[in-house]
């Protein structure tokens, strides 16, 4: 019926309760329940009412109903575009950006290697590089190429700094852009390759401001040193508290024509899946001798550049 719940004459007829949810994927029908009379009311006080630790579970009594994202060890979002979390951030206004907690998590197993996570501003991020030669299908990521192949291609790559495995156990793998778009997802299922608008919302939910978040430069005044490790730095390595715990190393860069390799312990170059222009796209860095988080996307933001990849949840 429509109207009001005073207008209900409970004194004839039988009545019941149909129940729809929306949970942010659709709606969910979760049954039809006869109301009855006041002896039963005491007693529904009495009811199990829970939710599982996982499988999107509701549990009322004996029975139950499956309502997805219900379940208690799904992390809450405040995931939503960027006129609503960036306002004013012109870039982003149209910008869906990922905003979901770790729910707890503190580690991730991915591969058989297993890494930290830390949540920042709602965020739950990778507190290390990563380092898979595997999509999240299973399909191998291409490493080893030529010079002029690492050049050329526009398909995923990674290589290891100075192709020693010995920075692969420190520095995680350093990856092409193409690798970031990839319809097979180089992170973890449920998890990705942070967007520029992404970056932007930890950048500002650490202190920088609008008018400089959209700027192509280095931004901030202290924010870099706040996701910096305190050590695995040249010095002075200006700044560095880490108390994001981001745990940010200077895994340095691939130059994306050539074996040369740059600035290992000196800079951290990390992807976004954001395109720029046709030749390039957004990154940011991290330097030794600076506190400010840089966003670029020129000469090193070239596509076959190589650089760390952070991920993160949703």
């Not at 729809?20 to 009495?46: F, H, K, R």
């Not at 729910?103 to 197993?109: A, E, F």
């Not at 591969?111 to 299908?137: H, M, P």
């Not at 449920?190 to 931004?219: K, T, Y």
Request: charged share 15%; with cysteine.
């Amino acid at each position: 019926m429509t109207g009001s719940f005073g207008g209900i004459q409970w004194g004839s007829g039988s009545k019941f309760l149909h129940v729809l949810m929306n949970a942010g994927n659709g709606i969910v029908d979760l049954g039809t329940q006869q109301m009855m009379s006041v002896p039963y009311a005491l007693y529904a006080e009495d009811v199990n009412v829970r939710v599982s630790t996982s499988g999107d579970t509701l549990f009322i009594g004996n029975t139950y109903s499956i309502v997805p994202g219900v379940s208690a060890a799904n992390p809450v979002s405040i995931s939503n575009y960027g006129s609503v979390l960036l306002p004013g951030n012109t870039t982003c206004q149209n910008e869906y950006i990922s905003v979901t907690g770790c729910g707890g998590q503190d580690s991730l197993l991915y591969y058989d290697r297993y890494y930290s996570l830390v949540e920042i501003g709602g965020q739950c991020w990778f507190a290390e590089n990563l380092a898979t030669d595997k999509y999240s299908n299973g399909d191998n990521i291409p490493t080893g190429l030529t010079n002029t192949q690492w050049g050329n291609t526009t398909a995923g790559a990674y290589a290891v700094y100075n192709d020693d495995i010995a920075n692969d156990a420190i520095y995680g793998k350093l990856y092409n852009w193409y690798t970031t778009g990839d319809s097979r997802g180089v992170c973890p299922t449920g998890w990705h390759v942070p967007s520029d608008c992404e970056w932007m919302f930890l950048e500002g939910g650490l202190g920088i401001n609008i008018s400089e978040q959209e700027l192509v430069a280095l931004r901030g005044l202290s924010q870099g040193g706040n996701l910096k490790f305190i050590f695995g730095w040249s010095a002075p390595n200006t700044g560095a508290t880490n108390a994001t715990g981001f745990s940010a190393l200077p895994g340095g860069f691939k130059w994306p024509f050539g074996t040369t390799y740059w600035n290992v312990s000196e800079n951290s170059y990390f992807w976004s899946k954001s395109e720029s222009e046709q030749q390039v796209a957004w990154f940011r860095s991290l330097n030794f001798n600076d506190g400010k988080i840089g966003r670029f996307n020129w000469d090193f933001g070239l596509k076959q550049s190589g650089m760390s990849i952070r991920c993160i949840k949703g």
